[in-house]
Structures are given as C-alpha cells and as structure tokens.
C-alpha cells in the first residue's frame, strides 16, 4: 500500500516499523504487524485525502439535510400539521443524522483491528500518549471538525426542537370545564336532536327518549335521559330534590359513571337503567344508584321545572359531573 492510500491510511514499510517504532508496538516481537491506528510515535496527522475531503463534505450535507427536514417538520406541525409530511420529514432528519455519523464514524475513525499473541506489556506513560495522539489524528485528518461538529449539533438540537412541539397537542388546561355541562345556570330548555323543545306529555308513561340543552345538541358531556314513571311508580328522591321531578319526569344523565357508555336500556317494570358495556344497572326510582355492576356513583340527576309554554327546562347543572369521576375527587 503507498504511504498515502486511497482511504487515508499512512503505513510505514516493515523494516522502518522494525527499526523505529517507539509507540505501544515497540516491544512487539518482529512478527507483529502494526497497522492502523497505532501509529509510531511521534506521528503526524495526515494530510485529508480527496477520499476524506468527500467524506467529510458528505457528512456535513447529511447533517444539513438533517436540520432542514427538522425544521420543516416544525414548521409543518406549526401550520396545523400533516402525518404523512411530518412522517417523511422526521424520517429524514434522523435519517440524516444516522448517515452523517456513519460517514464521520468510517472516514474518520480507526477501524482496523490488531491482535498479537504475547504477554500483557503495559504501556509506557510515553506509549498511552503516542496512542492517544495517533487515535486522535484518526485514518484521514479533519480539515474542519469544527464545522462538522457545529453541523452535527445543530441537527440533533433542531430534532430536539421539533420533537418538543407535540407538547401543543395535549390543548388546553380543561381547568373546570369537566365539573360543568352547558346546563350551569339553568333556564336552557331540553331538547330532542333535531332541536324541538319537549313538553312532558311528549314522553310516553314508562318510556324516556333522550335530550340535550338547547344550542348544545353536539356536546358530549350534555346527553340526558328524560325518563316518565309509570303510574303507581314512587319516588324515593333525596332531600331538596323533591321539586326536581315536573309532570313524573325525571332526568339524569346518560353517561355511565363507570366509564362513560351510554345508558340505553330501561326496564320501566322495575324502573332500572342498564349499561350496556359492563352491565352496571342504575335505580331510577331511588335516585339513580348503582345496584349492580362495576358503577360506583349515581348518574347524576338533572333538576327540571316547566316554562310558561310548557316546555321542560333545566333549572340548573346535574347534581354531580357527568361520567366517569376519577376527576371529581375533593369536589
Ligand atoms: S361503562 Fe357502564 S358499566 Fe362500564
């Protein structure tokens, strides 16, 4: 091999090695063949090969490629993101890092392996820093590791950027929006899905259809069965809850408090509401209490009066956050 190859290794011919090697090979028996990073003593940095030149403008490119894709990909996300852009481009960015390290990591760094079969010589104060210096120097000199540094570091700080935006994605503290429902305040008729307002007799005896608040057919938190008993059906309503039932309506809330299913079935026989997801079954008549199943809580009642044109209004929010309460503790 010249002393200047085509990958940047500079070799001494075997007879120099013999005569003048002072490094951590000195004292190796003649046989041993010293290649690669453990260079003699004393040894200069190489000059950069056209190879190394390449490589290291190579490793730059990747790196800048790598910090452009990173901030389009905050950019995108910024303007309201696009998974298969931001995909693509976060694939880029590591890409580009991965690719520029293993260009840096195979042009600039020994990689050649020396074995010997001799007994442990420890090295010489001297041997460590030749080794140190020769390692250092690698196979093919940095003509700016500076800049190559610089451009590595930017890329992976400009990934750290961008992966820190999804942070925006969790929104908005919901602060105690949980705790209310568009009901709060009261005076907000109840009203079918397609918006028409409700009067009591419009719910058959032993039968509940279900409403929302009016303007608020689209919430999720608002669903409310409006229940009327059959006749004879009596109530066992806690106490300042007797003025909350109008005409044998009754109202609660839809959502289940196991976990936030609908509650669809009603057995008007026995007045009990049942979940369908886990089987959690409610007392309409004693105040909506779980009585079977995985439910904790009561749904939660909602107080109802009527107006003066005879429709149902809420008089004010449920008695309780709707749904599962894991939310609700200290309230
Ligand atoms: S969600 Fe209703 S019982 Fe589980």
């Known amino acids: ?17 013999d005569a003048e090697a002072t490094g951590p090979d000195a004292e190796a028996p003649a046989d041993v063949e010293a290649t690669g990073p453990v260079a003699p003593a004393g040894a200069e940095a190489t000059e950069p090969t056209r190879s190394g030149l390449g ?56 990689d050649d392996e020396v074995t010997e079969d001799r007994p442990p010589m420890p090295s010489t104060k001297e041997d460590v820093e030749a080794f140190t210096e020769a390692f250092e120097a690698g196979e093919s000199s940095l003509r700016s590791r500076r800049v190559l540094v610089a451009m590595g570091g930017g890329a992976c700080a400009a990934l750290g950027v961008a992966l820190l935006f999804p942070i925006r994605s969790l929104g908005p ?30 719910v058959s005896p032993g039968g509940f259809i279900t409403v929302w608040p009016e303007g608020h057919t689209d919430d999720a938190d608002s669903p409310t069965l409006l229940i009327r008993l059959r006749d004879g059906q009596e109530l066992e309503l806690s106490d300042g809850r007797e003025s909350w039932v109008v005409d044998d309506v009754i109202a609660y809330s839809k959502l289940c408090t196991h976990v936030g299913c609908p509650v669809g079935l009603y057995q008007q026989e026995l007045g009990l509401l049942l979940c369908p997801c886990h089987q959690s079954t409610f007392d309409v008549l ?35 956050p709707v749904g599962p309460g894991f939310w609700d503790r200290g309230r």
């Open 55 to 110: 490589a290291e403008r190579a490793s730059a490119a990747c790196f800048g490629v790598s910090t452009l894709a990173a901030l389009a990909l905050a950019a995108v996300y910024w303007e309201g993101g696009q998974v298969q852009a931001e995909g693509v481009l976060l694939a880029i960015a590591l890409g580009g890092i991965g690719a520029g390290i293993v260009l840096w990591a195979k042009h600039f760094m020994p």
């Open 173 to 202: 503290r919901p602060g105690s929006g949980l705790k209310r429902t568009p009901y709060a305040g009261g005076g907000k008729r109840v009203v079918r899905e397609d918006g028409s307002p409700v009067r009591p007799t419009d």
């Open 1 to 17: 091999m010249s002393p200047d190859g085509p990958d940047g290794v500079t070799e001494p011919d075997e007879a120099d090695a």
């Open 286 to 320: 004693d105040g909506a209490k779980p009585v079977f199943g995985p439910a904790a809580r009561s749904l939660p009642q909602l107080p109802l009066a009527v107006d003066d044109q005879g429709y149902i209004v809420a008089t004010g929010d449920f008695s309780d």
